[in-house]
Nanobody
Framework: VQLQASGGGLVQAGGSLRLSCVASGRTFSSYAMGWFRQAPGKEREFVAAISRNGGTYYADSVKGRFTISRDNAKNTVYLQMNSLKPEDTAVYCC????????????????????WGQGTQVTVSS
């Protein structure tokens, strides 16, 4: 599967952005999906994950502010980001893992086989 992320940009603190990640292929519903981010000089970190059947999990740093969702008909996973903070500034990447487990979601970058290119999110103070 190939992944194409979009939706990043420059926003003021407190603002919102919605990231999208479109997957190629016809079996998007077979993939658990995740979003990760990497700030300059820092390690890549987990942001959010969604299982095949829509179960979600969030990093503590974004819980209550970000929402991950998926639309299998559009082969797309979304990351709605509200109440953005300067510390959310990073390159955001989507990732996919094919799995037979409809309930499973995955929290580390090593769990994912497929990655999209990043989209830059910059939050100004």
């Amino acid at each position: 599967v190939q992944l194409q992320a979009s939706g990043g940009g420059l926003v003021q603190a407190g603002g919102s952005l919605r990231l999208s990640c479109v997957a190629s292929g016809r079996t998007f519903s077979s993939y658990a999906m995740g979003w990760f981010r990497q700030a300059p000089g820092k390690e890549r970190e987990f942001v959010a994950a969604i299982s095949r059947n829509g179960g979600t999990y969030y990093a503590d740093s974004v819980k209550g502010r970000f929402t991950i969702s998926r639309d299998n008909a559009k082969n797309t996973v979304y990351l709605q980001m509200n109440s953005l903070k300067p510390e959310d500034t990073a390159v955001y990447c989507c990732a996919a893992r094919e799995t037979s487990d409809s309930l499973g979601y995955y929290l580390t970058q090593y769990d994912y086989r497929y990655w999209g290119q990043g989209t830059q999110v910059t939050v100004s103070s």
